[in-house]
């Protein structure tokens, strides 16, 4: 029988297992489904590469992407490449996809966490999600505090309650286009709770 994520998280010592954020038995319930059938996948923030291991070890199939500030290229695993990136800039984001795939099911941004990153990330990645597709911004507890937040920035929580009450996006990070983008095509914001922070499930309409 298949090891849960939880399980396997143990071998990798990943803080997204019980031991400290308590994300993983979320996760299963919106992963469950890719782990035979998987294509591509991308993970932004890598740190010591436990995650992308571990993911790595959990999905069946597929082509993992991991991106980062910092280059993990000694991470060698099957069918995974990792790139040096800086989600904070548009540029940066679409020479990762010109590299790598523009249809991933899942994206996840455990990166810097900076209210602007989340949401130019999130601006600009959308359109590479497939359709039905998830997409994941971990560690929202960020918003709220000053460190993480430049003057004047519209926080990521409040951007995605707002949607959730009217179908709207409100982001100072973002262009008009963007913006029209993510009302058309954005499904289900689904704002989870770990043991230390909010964690959000952004689903993409099937057409
Ligand atoms: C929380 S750690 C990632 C942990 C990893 N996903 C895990 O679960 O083991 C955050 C990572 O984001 C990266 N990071 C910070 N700012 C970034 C940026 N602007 N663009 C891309 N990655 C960034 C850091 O270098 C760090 O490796």
Redo the contacts with the bound molecule.
């Keep these: 029988m298949s090891l849960t994520l939880e399980e396997i998280s143990y071998q990798y010592e990943?803080?997204?297992g019980a031991v400290y954020h308590n994300y993983l038995s979320i996760y299963e319930k919106y992963f469950d489904k890719y782990r035979n059938t998987l294509t591509n996948f991308l993970?932004?923030?890598?740190?010591?590469?436990?995650?992308?291991m571990?993911w790595r070890e959990y999905f069946e199939s597929g082509n993992l992407i991991g991106?980062?500030?910092?280059d993990?290229s000694h991470i060698q695993l099957p069918d995974t490449q990792m790139f040096v990136?800086?989600?904070?800039?548009r540029t940066?984001l679409e020479e990762l996809v010109n590299k790598t795939y523009t249809n991933y099911d899942i994206i996840?941004d455990?990166?810097?966490?900076?209210m602007h990153?989340q949401q130019i990330t999130l601006a600009t990645m959308f359109k590479y999600l497939s359709p039905d597709g998830v997409f994941v911004i971990?560690?929202l507890h960020t918003c709220g505090n000053p460190s993480y937040t430049r003057a004047g920035d519209t926080e990521t929580l409040n951007m995605l309650y707002t949607f959730i009450e009217t179908g709207k996006v409100v982001s100072n990070c973002m262009t008009a286009n963007e913006i029209a983008y993510l009302e058309k095509t954005m499904d289900t914001v689904t704002i989870e709770k770990g043991n230390v922070s909010e964690i959000a499930f952004i689903t993409k309409k099937k057409k």
């Design positions: 990943s803080d997204k993970e932004i923030g890598l740190w010591k590469g436990d995650s992308i571990m991106a980062d500030i910092l993990l990136c800086d989600q904070s800039s940066d996840i455990d990166g810097g966490h900076m990153q971990e560690d």
